[in-house]
T-cell receptor
Framework: ETGVTQSPTHLIKTRGQQVTLRCSSQ?????VSWYQQALGQGPQFIFQ???????GRGNFPPRFSGLQFPNYSSELNVNALELDDSALYLC?????????FGSGTRLTVV | AQSVTQLDSQVPVFEEAPVELRCNYS??????LFWYVQYPNQGLQLLLK??????LVKGINGFEAEFNKSQTSFHLRKPSVHISDTAEYFC??????????????FGTGTRLKVLA
């Protein structure tokens, strides 16, 4: 198993900008989920993609969007960044034993 | 709606002492329960999971947890902690485990600090 890798590891953006975070899932894992973990909090479910279609969404506005590609990679896009979007963003791919999480991207919005 | 409550935000414990991290959940359907550990500046690592069967679940690094349906609890225990166990621990619940739409609901975490 190759694990789940995320890039970049750290990112600083200005309020109002747009950002794209990337995730490479484990081969054969056709479900990917994204979570937001604010400082001192547990992860919050953003959305899930299955076979390149969004099939579940948490309580996040439409400016949070995603893509999943046939090669098991995926993206999380956030438009019109707000200060409260500062968080650790975790990608998780799911297989037979449940989620495998990546190490996350730390996004800071200034 | 599902929810998870981790009753302790911080737990200090001396090295080689036992520890219990408490987790209570609420759900109206069958649940699957998980404990994850997060070391500083890292992602989440699965410690153990309860899907069905025996209510006592053994995980990695000497941790175990017991599913108690009547008390809706899934407390994590370790008989003797090490300095290296210092980390943030998250309890999570899901109402589905296999394919399809499912999400984990996480608690707010318990910071375990092992003292020398």
């Amino acid at each position: 198993e190759t694990g789940v890798t995320q890039s970049p590891t750290h990112l600083i953006k200005t309020r109002g900008q747009q950002v794209t975070l990337r995730c490479s899932s484990q081969s054969g894992h056709n479900t990917v989920s994204w979570y937001q973990q604010a400082l001192g909090q547990g992860p919050q479910f953003i959305f899930q993609y299955y076979r390149e279609e969004e099939n579940g969404r948490g309580n996040f506005p439409p400016r949070f969007s995603g893509l999943q590609f046939p090669n098991y990679s995926s993206e999380l896009n956030v438009n019109a960044l707000e200060l409260d979007d500062s968080a650790l963003y975790l990608c998780a791919s799911s297989g037979r034993v449940g989620y495998t999480f990546g190490s996350g991207t730390r996004l800071t919005v200034v | 709606a599902q929810s998870v409550t981790q009753l302790d935000s911080q737990v200090p414990v001396f090295e080689e002492a036992p520890v219990e991290l408490r987790c209570n959940y609420s759900s109206s359907v069958s649940v699957y329960l998980f404990w994850y550990v997060q070391y500083p500046n890292q992602g989440l690592q699965l410690l153990l999971k309860y899907l069905s069967g025996s209510t006592l679940v053994k995980g990695i690094n000497g941790f175990e947890a017991e599913f108690n349906k009547s008390q809706t609890s899934f407390h994590l225990r370790k008989p003797s902690v090490h300095i290296s166990d210092t980390a943030e621990y998250f309890c999570a619940v899901s109402d589905s485990f296999t394919s399809g739409t499912y999400k984990y609901i996480f608690g707010t975490g318990t910071r375990l600090k092992v003292l020398a």
